[in-house]
Antibody, heavy 120, light 109 residues
Framework: QVQLQESGPGLVKPSETLSLTCTVS????????WTWIRQPPGKGLEWIGY???????NYNPSLKSRVTISGDTSKNQFSLKLTSVSAADTAVYYC??????????????WGQGTLVTVSS | EIVMTQSPATLSVSPGERATLSCRAS??????LAWYQQKPGQAPRLLIY???TRATGIPGRFSGSGSGTEFTLTISSLQSEDFAVYYC???????????FGQGTKLEIK
């Protein structure tokens, strides 16, 4: 059973960089697409982007200029960096696995989520 | 960017009754549509993908239909554990990109 666990600071100051790590157990990150999704308090879900173990990435156009997602196969982890944060970036951040099944892209395993608050 | 719009925002249904949730895409997404269930304090759970295929372990009372721009999630006989927020999500074939609807809250009537 694949499990994902987010970790990182719960409080980030405005204009600084948000950094989170997702540790994957029960499976290798050397396949599949590893994804970040966020959810502001009381609001809906927003896809941030993903990385593939080969280094291929793709990001939400609305966040692309501020986002970097990368993987570390030696640690079986992948990470999210979001620069120049503001209060609008306050959200629960989820890491998740994306998989291609025939012609469909599934987001089938999720971490429990971690709340990141942007405040001075 | 493809915008997903769900309706209604809140749906009140009695246990044992049928619930029908709608999702509309701003342009055709073919059958590249998934549904997720989210309970308070939990991560979303995949219910349906390919517009109509149930994910592993999902009960048969959940069904999805539609293609192009109009989609429906039907829960045939609501159980107490089904009251939650439901999100639709479209995905592009290549490169994969995703966008979610704003959610429908299914509450007990």
């Amino acid at each position: 059973q694949v499990q994902l666990q987010e970790s990182g600071p719960g409080l980030v100051k405005p204009s600084e960089t948000l950094s989170l790590t997702c540790t994957v157990s029960g499976g290798s990150i050397s396949s599949y697409y590893w994804t970040w999704i966020r959810q502001p308090p009381g609001k809906g879900l927003e896809w941030i982007g993903y990385t593939y173990y080969s280094g291929r990435t793709n990001y939400n156009p609305s966040l692309k200029s501020r986002v970097t997602i990368s993987g570390d196969t030696s640690k079986n982890q992948f990470s999210l960096k979001l620069t120049s944060v503001s209060a609008a970036d306050t959200a629960v951040y989820y890491c998740a696995r994306s998989v291609l099944r025939y012609f469909d892209w599934l987001i089938d395993y999720w971490g429990q989520g971690t709340l990141v608050t942007v405040s001075s | 960017e493809i915008v997903m719009t769900q309706s209604p925002a809140t749906l009140s249904v009695s246990p044992g009754e049928r619930a029908t949730l709608s999702c509309r895409a701003s342009q055709s997404v073919s059958s590249n549509l998934a549904w997720y269930q989210q309970k308070p304090g939990q991560a979303p759970r995949l219910l349906i993908y390919g517009a109509s295929t149930r994910a592993t372990g999902i009960p048969g009372r959940f069904s999805g239909s539609g293609s192009g721009t109009e989609f429906t999630l039907t829960i045939s006989s609501l159980q107490s554990e089904d009251f939650a927020v439901y999100y639709c999500q479209q995905y592009s074939n290549w490169p994969p990109m995703y966008s979610f609807g704003q959610g429908t809250k299914l509450e007990i009537k």
